[in-house]
């Protein structure tokens, strides 16, 4: 069975700081990956995804991930955080057979002046 | 940009009432979804819907749960006696396909059972 792991909780930032926000998953098939940002009061958004090609993707906001097969882990990553990018990120990863997504738990990024 | 579209936006209900949920998903998407977030915890998988029948479900959608689409448009997840415990925010998704599409999000329903 597959399953999602964000390891941090909460990460809290300054403003113009690097970020990583940590996904590892467990599944033993080919998966597609995605990153949804939530903020405040709002529904998910698609961040970006990883599909197949390049390992490393760009998504929306500056953001970005690399898919590590052989670490089974999809990290996000932004060189330079802006106090709009404090939301809740969620990682999520889709079996190549299966409709449906599973998230992990979730990371709040807080971005601090 | 077309969006996924959930009414009411919050909903306040007594327990052992029934409520439905509804979505409105893109248009040309034929794959739809309800997912729910209870406060602090994860996003769950509640159901799948493809070609006017449930294609997979998560041991939460129970026989209190059944959803339609009883349009072209309409997609609704149907509460049948709401327990305290069902207090979340649902979320409606859709997708054009299956697994390699991405899932476009409503903005949710915040459900309230008192």
């Known amino acids: 069975a597959q399953s999602v792991t964000q390891l941090d909780s909460q990460v809290p930032v300054f403003e113009e700081a690097p970020v990583e926000l940590r996904c590892n998953y467990s599944?033993?098939?080919?998966?597609?990956l995605f990153w949804y940002v939530q903020y405040p009061n709002q529904g998910l958004q698609l961040l970006l995804k990883?599909?197949?090609?390049?390992?490393l993707v760009k998504g929306i906001n500056g953001f970005e991930a690399e898919f590590n097969k052989s670490q089974t882990s999809f990290h996000l990553r932004k060189p330079s955080v802006h106090i709009s990018d404090t939301a809740e990120y969620f990682c999520?990863?889709?079996?190549?057979?299966?409709?449906?997504?599973?998230f992990g738990k979730g990371t709040k990024l807080s971005v601090k002046p | 940009e077309p969006e996924v579209t959930q009414t009411p936006s919050h909903q306040v209900t007594q327990m052992g009432q029934e409520v439905i949920l509804r979505c409105v998903p893109i248009?040309?998407?034929?794959?739809f979804y309800w997912y729910r977030q209870i406060l602090g915890q994860k996003v769950e998988f509640l159901v799948s819907f493809y070609n006017n029948e449930i294609s997979e479900k998560s041991e939460i959608f129970d026989d209190q749960f059944s959803v339609e689409r009883p349009d072209g448009s309409n997609f609704t997840l149907k509460i049948r006696s709401t327990k305290l415990e069902d207090s979340a925010m649902y979320f409606c998704?859709?997708?054009?396909?299956?697994?390699?599409?991405?899932?476009?999000f409503g903005n949710g329903t915040r459900l309230t059972v008192t």
């Open positions: 248009s040309n998407h034929l794959y």
């Open positions: 999520a990863v889709r079996e190549g057979s299966q409709g449906n997504l599973i």
């Open positions: 599944s033993s098939v080919s998966v597609y």
């Open positions: 998704a859709s997708s054009y396909r299956e697994s390699n599409s991405p899932l476009h």
């Open positions: 990883y599909l197949s090609g390049s390992t």
